[in-house]
């Protein structure tokens, strides 16, 4: 976990290493002062876009900046830092996760994805039949194990 204090040090020690005033940085990054301001006085968190203008209006990768503040707040040194960053990436490639992104896109967007648990065909299939025999959605909903708004829902979609 990165801290907002630990990421602000390393923006500050980053722009001044590469003697970058803040108006200039604003101009590079294309960002609001207000917004690195309260970056760098740990004010606010960094969004991943906010942080690629910046680190890329600093000539670093967001990466290497997280890294850094990172390795601080856990008191390891950035080799410790990257040798566990190593191991987790290994750990999600024998997962499977790597090797999956791809199927997550089309056409280079992201796939949306559905919203909340799916109710089983078995289920839906039985309100259906519940309803065209006249039963109540709450009764409907205590027989089957599902909320009444769930069977509300099905209930709509499939309106004779």
Avoid at 12 to 23: H, N, T
Avoid at 24 to 40: C, F, G, M, S, V
Wanted: overall charge positive; some cysteine.
């Amino acid at each position: 976990m990165v801290s907002r204090e630990s990421l602000a040090a390393v923006l500050r020690l980053a722009r001044a290493a590469r003697g970058v005033s803040r108006d200039t940085l604003y101009d590079q990054a294309k960002i609001e002062p207000r917004n690195l301001q309260n970056l760098e006085n740990a004010r606010s968190g960094a969004t991943l876009e906010m942080l690629e203008k910046v680190a890329e209006g600093l000539g670093f990768n967001p990466i290497a900046l997280l890294i850094a503040a990172s390795s601080y707040d856990a008191q390891h040194s950035i080799s410790q830092s990257l040798e566990a960053l190593e191991r987790e990436l290994e750990q999600m490639c024998s997962l499977g996760i790597i090797e999956a992104i791809p199927k997550h896109f089309s056409e280079g967007k992201l796939v949306p994805e559905q919203a909340g648990k799916r109710t089983p065909a078995e289920k839906v299939q039985q309100a259906i039949k519940y309803r065209d025999e006249g039963i109540s959605q709450k009764e409907t909903a205590l027989k089957l194990g599902l909320s009444v708004a769930t069977v509300s829902r099905i209930w709509r979609r499939t309106n004779n």
